[in-house]
Each structure stands twice: as structure tokens, then as C-alpha cells.
């Protein structure tokens, strides 16, 4: 190992650190994947926008939400799939990693046709849960049963994914699902501008998903050729569901957290006025994803990790996957603090622009994600997940009641200021502390390693954009702001704040850049 705990290389070239995360191909791959996701919401919004106008462009968002809930059915086994397999894989034992593949896998095919019939039964309800012009319900099962098919599909890609991931080819399936995302953005370009409605939307969704999962299928075979289809064993399905039932839980109170919103203002304001508030939260969640991509990116090691009893990597991970995510936070929150209102305008157009009230608490629930994220990765890789999964449940049903009151009486800007109490009651303070005591970190040692580090970093970068604000005030002024806010920060922080972690990652990160078009070539 070298000095950083991502390390780029294994300690032993003759016999690789299985549970060593490395900065290369992997993660840039990674950020390039979602990166390919936010381009492709960054052109299909719009396009979309136009095509249905705003009402029918609510009541398309409200319908994938409804039918989003359907991907619950894979019960967790995604994850199951990862943490076991990078622990069986931590102890060198193949045949085990592939007889639990096996056993999933069966999972997974009764998965695909539960999720079908709840897509049908979505499809059959959602015009009584929200209202559906006359002109349009002739569409909504169709169009639900499309997308509640590329949910399906996409089960079966999370699962390939997992396995992938477990045994180290990340730049490989992260290149499917980029190519996922360039064949999603054309197809729903075509059924836009096409004027194919709802119905065209989700037959893009669907096609793309199947073409992608088969690219999936042949990059699994060709990563683990020896792998047969044979009847699973028990003890290994036994192991998955007493993993997956707390999984299952954790994805459930997730879902309801962050999809039932929309559902909520269509329900009870009508689909109009959830246009707005998608837009906003499509930015700030869709930027979300790129800041918890390195914890994601542990989640097999640390289980790896746990296996080996390895506590020392374990600690050094957390702490440093934790002080980048709240670094990257920090920057993305300085950034749109200053810019968001041109940046949304000049996406969506100025109708489309959601309250800066709304907007102010969607960037403090970034905040809370950047705190909560690390902890939660560590706890489901290594055991924490039972008592995540409770707390996780109790922060859904307190979000969804807080949700329904607080609409009627504040509106949309209720809604989300229910996700953040909900959030700051429950998971804020009990995964970190979880985290902390299961790796015997102390509070100060906490804040030593993260929050300390970054605060000096974002008062300079927030201080930088308030002076650049004063004298520029016009939109184009507020993007120089947000420039110079999270141009600072990043200065300042890698100055003062940044460890020899961070500089040895940003080493690896830089080699990875330049060296990415030979590795992909070569994984190509």
C-alpha cells in the first residue's frame, strides 16, 4: 500500500489487495458515467419541457416517481450482491463468490415479474391518486407498464453491475452505463420533438434499458466465463435475504423520502406545480450523485475490509471518503448558492424557476446527504445495516407525515422543508455516530478530519462571492460570484485543508486522466 488509502496500486504486484481501492480507470470511469447522466438530463429536460408543456411534463415526472417505487422488488439483493462477493472474494474463496451469484440470480428473475405486475397495478391507480386529464388516461398504463419494464431491466443492470464491480471492472460497466445514458438522451430526444407524448418517453426508457442490459450479459460472461446457471444452494440464498430484508427496508425509506415528494405536491396541488420543483431537484440531486461516488466506490472493500478485520483501512477510508464528499459539497453549495437562479433560467427557461426558499433548503439537504452518505455506505457494508434500516424507516414515515400536513399549509416549499426535518431528526445524527463508534473514532477526531478542514476553505470562497456580487448584480455577475466562490474554496482547501490523502489522490486521479484513453482502449 502506499501512503494514501485509496491506494493505485496493491501492495504486492504478484498477489493483488483485493480489498484495495484504486484511484485509476475505476473511479475516473465512474465520474465520467455520471457525468453522461447529467448531460443527459442537462438535454432531455428541456426538450421534454417543451414537447408536453408544463402540466403534462408534471404529470410525466409524478408517473415515474409512482412507478419508480416498483424497483423496491428487487429487495435489496444488489447490495447483497456486492458485499458478498467482496467478502468472499477477501477470503479467496471463488466458488462461494459464484454460487452466491447463482442464488441472486434466481432472486432476480422472480424480481422481473413482480415488478411488471406492481407496474400494472401503479398504472391502474395512479389516476386516482392524481388527477389526470381526460385527454391522457388512455396513456398512463401504457406508459406505465414501458417504464415499469426499463425498471425491470434496470434491476438486472444494477445486478450485473454489482458483480462487476465486486471483482474490478468498474471501467468496463461503467462504459455500458454511459452508453446507456448517450442512447437514452437520442431515443428521448426522437420521441420528443416526435410528438410521441408519454408513451414515446417510456418506450425510450424501455430501450434503452434493454439494449444496455444486454451489453451487460456479455461483459459478465466475459469476466467470469466459468460461471454456469445451476439451481441455487440454500445456505447462500438464506444469507442474502437475511441481508436483503434490512436492504430492502433501507431502499424502501429512501423511496419514500426522496419520490413520494413529487406525489405529493401532484396530489394535492395538481401536476403543474410539480415542474419547478423537479427541475431544482434534478440539479441538486443529480449533483449529489457525482459527490457520493467515491464512498459508493468502497462499498466491496470495506465489506473486504470487515472480512480481514482490518480496522486501521477501515477508519482511514471513512475519514477521507467522508472529508471529500463534505469538501465536494461545500464547493457544489458555494457554486449554486450564487448561480442558481441564471443556470436554471438559461436551462429550463424563466418560467421554470423554482422559489429561492425551495431552492435554499434543497442545498441544505445536500448538505445533510454529503454528512449521512459515508456513514450509511460503511454501515451496509459491515453490519450496520439492521439498525439503519429502522432509522431509515422512521425518518420515511416521519418525512411523508410532515409532507402531507405541511403542504396544506405552506405549499411546495412544506414539502421539502419536511425532508429536511425528517432528515436532521433521524439518519443526521445517528449514522455519523454510528459510523464513529463502530470504528472507535472520537467526535474530535471527526471533526478534525472533515468539518475543521473545510470550514476556513468555504468562509473564504463565501466571502469571494459575496464582494464579486456587490459589483456585478446582473445575472452574469452571479455567475462570476459562484465562479470565484467555488474557484477559492478549491484553492484555499487544497492549500490548507487537504491532506497528504487528498494530494495523493489527486496524483493517482491526474495519472488516471492522462493515462484513461490507453485503459479504455485496452478494456474496450
Known sequence: MSGSPLSSESASASAPDVNAPRVGAGALSGFAALAAGVVATVITTPVVLHALGQARFGLWVALVAAVSFAGLLDFGFSQAVARFSGEHRARHDPKAVEAFIVATGAAYIIAFVLVLLATAAIGTVFPVIVHVPSADRGVVLIGAMLVGLATALGLWMAFFGAILHAHQRLPQANTIRAAYWVCFTALTVIAALGGWGIVGL????????AVSCVAFVLLVRRTLPELRIRRPQRTYVRQALRYSLFMFMVSAGAAVIFETDTLVIAGFLGAAAVTSYAIALRLTRGLTGFLHKVPDVLFPFYAGMQAARDRRRLRENFLLSARLELAGAAAVMLGLAFAWRPLIAAWVGPSSVVGSSVFALALTLLLFESLVHPAAVLAAATGGERRMAMVNTSEAVLNLGLSIVFVIRFGVVGVIAATVIAQALTNLWFLPSWAMR???????????????????????????????????????????????????????????????????WMRGLLAAILAAPRQLRRAA
Open 202 to 209: 417510456a418506450g425510450a426508457m424501455a430501450a434503452s434499458a
Open 438 to 504: 463502530s470504528l472507535q473514532i472520537s467526535v474530535r477526531q471527526y471533526v478534525a478530519a472533515t468539518l475543521a478542514r473545510v470550514v476556513a476553505p468555504a468562509s473564504a470562497g463565501g466571502l469571494a462571492g459575496l464582494v464579486v456580487a456587490q459589483f456585478f448584480r446582473s445575472d452574469m455577475g452571479r455567475i462570476m460570484a459562484a465562479t470565484a466562490a467555488a474557484g477559492l474554496f478549491v484553492a484555499v482547501y487544497l492549500r490548507i485543508g487537504a491532506g497528504v490523502e487528498e494530494r495523493g
